[in-house]
């Protein structure tokens, strides 16, 4: 089994898929359960039943429902691997009894695990008691695999006081497809276009195949059409999908207060103060708003590059930036139909509040993984700053700090400073700021002797950027 191909109709997951066999295979008697997560709609129950077909295992899918019909589901999955009849069970004592000793050496995928859990408070207690193998199941070597859509019920099954705590083998995040991974899976070869759509619908497999049912933008000049026709249509799923986002997180009641902390963010306000102002609240009221949010991975708070306990925040999920900045402002045109006047009194906001914080983004990653010859060494973290200029009077914004890793009695070292523009092409002007922005950290103490300045463009390059700046573009973003 260590050796099962990964079939030709999943694409990429070429990692999870290696971990998934590793657990599926293991000779050792101590590996038995395994969790996978990640958000709805990334393809882990397509992963995961790929492999149980290949492998032969049993796999069932939860659903929300009461106890008694969730083993009746259960009796009627498992019938056909015992040869047929009716199975039927009281409890799910007796359902587990019974699972591990028709399939004793398999792989078992309980799918949307959290289901069951929630009606069935015992069960992982009673699966913890059956996997022991000083349990019923004895010496058995069965796999079971747990899975869920919900990050935060997943995790708290291996909580230190749950009954779970310290017997998972695995624990997979299944994550959204990188920049890269997406264009190629969304066929396209334009690398514009690929930020654009990317922009908006992230890495998410399920967009295009079930959502849009393959309605991918032929070119750049057909991607105004195309958002007319999925993301901005009523029609389309992809329509409601950011709400969607939203109503199943059930931590977030106040709507309104979260929308308008949402649309701050997505307005460009990412410090505390900054988005307090936005939506004229003190900054002490939007402090349990954030944490909520925070706690639902709807928004991540990341710690500018220069400046320790200044927080910067950022929506996760692409389209709910798209929702907040271009969708809600026009939501009467829309809902009226008027799809064309919308998208048209939005495109510019589109740019400057979507595209263009999303490749700064994009531009991070990029630095964050990039071979050790790019920058001299490999990246230790890569975030945004803010350098102070008080000579000037201003703030020199510095999208993609490139950090070493911190050495203990040494000053920071930077490995590189770069400036990020979507719809500009850089000049020599930018390549100033980044040199000023350079020299005033030196004073503040970093260690600037081996920066690399860099420009980001997803529009091209001036002639006067001087040699050794070094140029990155839509190409080598996608290389």
Not at 248 to 266: F, K, S, Y
Not at 343 to 349: E, F, K, M, P
Request: proline share 5%.
């Amino acid at each position: 089994m260590s050796s099962v191909t990964k079939p030709a109709h999943v694409f990429g997951r070429d990692r999870e898929w290696a971990d998934l066999v590793r657990f599926a295979a293991s000779p050792s008697p101590d590996v038995r359960l395994g969790l996978v997560s990640g958000r709805r709609l990334l393809g882990k129950t397509y992963l995961l039943d790929a492999l149980t077909r290949e492998v032969g295992g049993f796999f069932l899918t939860a659903a929300e429902e009461a106890e008694s019909a969730a083993l009746t589901r259960f009796g009627q999955a498992l019938a056909p691997h015992t040869g047929g009849g009716r199975l039927a069970f009281a409890n799910w004592d007796e359902a587990l009894e019974r699972l591990l000793s028709v399939v004793p050496e398999g792989l078992v995928v309980i799918d949307e695990f959290p289901h069951l859990s929630r009606v069935s408070p015992s069960l992982p207690s009673l699966i913890q008691h059956h996997l022991d193998p000083r349990g019923p199941a004895g010496q058995g070597r069965t796999r079971l695999l747990l899975c869920g859509s919900a990050p935060e019920a997943m995790g708290r099954l291996l909580d230190d006081n749950a009954p779970l705590c310290g017997r998972a083998s695995l624990d997979l995040v299944v994550r959204p497809l990188d920049h890269k991974a997406s264009a190629r899976f969304w066929g396209l070869d334009d690398h514009r276009l690929a930020v654009l759509v990317h922009s908006i619908v992230g890495g998410i497999p399920a967009y295009r195949r079930e959502v849009v049912a393959g309605d991918v933008p032929e070119s750049v000049e057909d991607f105004d059409a195309w958002v007319a026709r999925t993301v901005l249509n009523p029609a389309i799923p992809l329509y409601h999908e950011a709400r969607h986002l939203m109503a199943e997180r059930a931590d977030v009641r106040d709507r309104a207060i979260h929308h308008a902390v949402l649309g701050a963010i997505a307005a460009g306000n990412a410090t505390r103060g900054g988005i307090a102002n936005h939506i004229g609240r003190k900054s002490t009221d939007i402090g349990h708003p954030l944490s909520v949010l925070e706690d639902s991975q709807l928004i991540a708070r990341e710690e500018d590059a220069f400046r320790k306990g200044r927080s910067l925040y950022r929506i996760c999920e692409p389209l709910i930036v798209f929702y907040e900045a271009v969708m809600r402002r026009e939501w009467t045109r829309l809902e009226r139909g008027r799809t064309e006047a919308a998208w048209s009194n939005s495109r510019a906001t589109f740019l400057s509040q979507v595209v263009g914080p999303h490749f700064e983004a994009l531009c991070r990653e990029w630095a964050m993984f990039a071979e050790e010859e790019v920058f001299g060494e490999l990246p230790g973290r890569v975030a945004a700053g803010v350098v102070a200029d008080p000579h000037n009077r201003t703030q020199i914004q510095v999208d993609v700090a490139v950090l070493a890793q911190e050495e203990p009695g040494r000053p920071q070292r930077i490995l590189s400073l770069g400036e990020a523009k979507w719809d500009k092409a850089m000049t020599a002007g930018h390549v100033d700021r980044l040199r000023r922005a350079r020299d005033l950290l030196s004073v503040k103490g970093y260690d600037t002797r081996d920066t690399v300045l860099a420009c980001y463009s997803g529009a091209g390059f001036h002639d006067d950027i001087p040699e050794g700046v070094r140029r990155v573009g839509l190409k080598e973003l996608y290389a």
